[in-house]
């Protein structure tokens, strides 16, 4: 076992969207830079719609869809080794190939790091650290405050939280969560204090940054399309905001998970113009729409960190963000204007925007991304996650 040999495991990676997605592939990219050598074990899904089986994002799926990724790459250094699920069950997929390969490849491994919370990839190393005790595992439960409804949050809190959520939450060494918000909710598991590390996600701030004082963009969302993220405020925000004559130039961006047609049915309903909802976003084109935004409205109820946020701060916009989670945390980190959950969103927010949509908000975003800059500079953060490495014995 080499002591700079490090597995990442997680259900989805580059060249899948999304927020784990996203930093686990800068983590790896930096600790490549450090002289580290990473391998990744992940599936071959991009999305939650390409794996035969029940989903959030629809009922059933019945084929699953080749993505026509490569089972073994290299990127940058990291090696990349993709499983194909035979089967999923929302968060869950059923995936013999990438346990076996894990039962006889885990011992190589310095450190394993797993991400994600109530999803299969972690909870299989665990398993089979029960086998190889020495195994030293570090695990990432970033949405463990996920808001499921119905059905799955059922699940969650009468089988998964006392089974192997419990299970890889104690064989862990570490526990790595984002926030502090996120902390109390680990510790409320009966994880003792010590075992669990802050460490907030980075960015390359000057892939962002700009001088471009063009704000063609009023409003900018960019998240999934599901209930949870709120778009659905800013719309309802917009028909209050059309009746006192103000008609901001909205952009709504993200994937849709089965919420899109009801968005585009409350835009029909309230007979809203200037608005459009974008489903499939290039990185480089993504960055031009934060350039070109002024506001950024993210009244998302279920964010374990909010990473959307620090790119949006980075490309010059000013954020409106429910206090909630993970975003809680970056309002008292960052700054920005909070929304209370326990009042109207919608109307808050039209309150703000009434009050504030001619303002110049330049020198109060300067303010921001420099904190942005100074404190969540992704090559120091992947230092950090290195002492944490270290630490375990």
Same mark, same amino acid.
């Given at each position: ?9 997680? /259900? ?19 600790? &490549?830079? =450090?002289?580290?050598? !990473? ?38 250094? #990291? ?8 089967? @999923? ?17 885990? @011992? ?5 790091? *797993? ?12 398993? #089979?650290? =029960? ?5 030293? #595992?570090?695990h990432s439960p970033q949405d463990i405050d996920v808001p499921f409804e119905g059905f799955l949050k059922k699940l969650k809190e009468t089988f998964y939280d006392k089974s192997f959520g419990r299970l890889t939450l104690k064989r862990s060494s570490k526990i790595i969560v984002l926030t +502090? ?28 940054? *700009? &001088?471009?004082?063009n704000k063609s963009i009023d409003i900018l969302f960019v998240g999934r399309l599901t209930e949870y993220k709120g778009a659905q405020y800013i719309i309802k925000t917009l028909e209050m905001l059309k009746n006192d004559g103000i008609f901001p130039n909205t952009l709504i961006i993200g ?17 809203? @113009?200037?608005?459009?909802?974008? *489903? ?27 990473? !959307? ?35 109207? #969103?919608?109307? /808050? ?8 949509? &001619? ?17 969540? +500079?992704? *090559? ?5 996650? !290195? ?5 375990? @014995?």
């Amino acid at each position: 076992m080499k002591k700079n040999k490090i597995l990442f495991v997680l /259900q989805r990676f580059y060249p899948s969207v999304g927020g784990t997605q996203n930093y686990s592939f800068l983590y790896a990219k930096e600790l &490549t830079k =450090l002289g580290y050598d !990473v391998d990744i074990v992940t599936t071959d899904s991009l999305d939650n719609l390409d794996v035969r089986g029940f989903s959030s994002g629809r009922r059933f799926t019945f084929k699953s869809k080749n993505n026509k990724l490569l089972k073994k790459e290299t990127i940058g250094g #990291i090696n990349i080794f993709r499983f194909s699920p035979i089967f @999923q069950f929302f968060t869950v997929m059923i995936n013999p190939s990438m346990f076996f390969f894990l039962l006889l490849n885990i @011992q190589k491994y310095y450190i394993v790091h *797993t991400y994600c919370y109530m999803y299969a990839e972690p909870d299989m190393v665990s398993v #089979i650290s =029960l086998i190889f005790r020495n195994i030293k #595992i570090v695990h990432s439960p970033q949405d463990i405050d996920v808001p499921f409804e119905g059905f799955l949050k059922k699940l969650k809190e009468t089988f998964y939280d006392k089974s192997f959520g419990r299970l890889t939450l104690k064989r862990s060494s570490k526990i790595i969560v984002l926030t +502090n918000e996120l902390k109390k909710r680990v510790k409320k598991m009966n994880i003792e204090s010590g075992k669990i590390e802050i460490l907030p996600i980075g960015i390359d701030f000057n892939n962002y940054k *700009t &001088t471009n004082n063009n704000k063609s963009i009023d409003i900018l969302f960019v998240g999934r399309l599901t209930e949870y993220k709120g778009a659905q405020y800013i719309i309802k925000t917009l028909e209050m905001l059309k009746n006192d004559g103000i008609f901001p130039n909205t952009l709504i961006i993200g994937k849709d998970y089965g919420y899109k047609n009801i968005l585009e049915k409350n835009i029909e309903d309230y007979e809203l @113009q200037n608005i459009s909802i974008n *489903t499939n976003v290039r990185d480089k084109d993504l960055i031009n729409f934060y350039r070109s935004s002024k506001f950024f409205i993210f009244p998302s109820s279920g964010e374990g960190f909010g990473g !959307v946020v620090l790119e949006a701060i980075s490309g010059g916009c000013y954020p409106i963000l429910l206090k909630e989670k993970g975003l809680k945390d970056l309002l008292g980190n960052i700054g920005g204007y909070s929304i209370d959950k326990d009042k109207d #969103i919608s109307k /808050q927010i039209y309150m703000f925007l009434k009050e504030n949509h &001619t303002k110049d908000f330049s020198n109060e975003v300067t303010v921001l991304q420099n904190i942005v800059k100074k404190d969540y +500079n992704w *090559t120091n953060i992947a230092k950090k996650l !290195v002492q944490i490495y270290e630490k375990i @014995q």
